[in-house]
């Protein structure tokens, strides 16, 4: 009897495992995108918490002594605030959050930079350009000059 040909001692054949093919483009967050938008939104918290605080500041000299008028009262200069300035702040604030929700899963893995970083660097600095704007403008309490006769 020909083992080759037994039913109850097939041949046995080797199979090879091969390496299981992955998927094109696997996902990953970055986290340069996520510290930029978090800058973003600092940026914007802290101009509007800015806007909030006193409008009138005393007047000081080049010693930093206050200014004071005949009567005794300390001059104030008026703080302009650029409120408008202040509130455009939120829309990069919005954007960068809204662009990282829709670019980036946190459940993949991480690593530091993907395509959508120049897109949050590009919101970062119109942040720090609507900041520029929005600094704080003194307006000096105009001086009684006394003329000389």
Request: aromatic fraction near 4%.
């Amino acid at each position: 009897m020909n083992p080759a040909n037994d039913v109850t001692n097939p041949p046995v054949e080797n199979i090879t495992d091969e390496p299981t093919p992955l998927a094109e483009g696997i996902g990953a967050w970055a986290l340069v995108n996520l510290i930029l938008a978090i800058l973003t939104v600092l940026g914007s918290l802290l101009l509007l918490i800015g806007f909030f605080g006193k409008k009138e500041e005393e007047a000081l000299d080049e010693d930093g002594n206050a200014i004071v008028d005949d009567e005794g009262n300390s001059l104030m200069n008026q703080i302009h605030k650029r409120g408008g300035w202040r509130l455009a702040s939120l829309l990069p604030a919005i954007a960068a959050v809204i662009a990282f929700v829709l670019t980036e899963n946190m459940r993949n893995p991480m690593i530091l930079v993907d395509r959508w970083t120049l897109l949050m660097v590009i919101i970062a600095v119109v942040q720090i350009v609507v900041a520029f704007l929005s600094r704080k403008k003194k307006e000096e309490p105009e001086e009684e000059t006394a003329a000389v006769v």
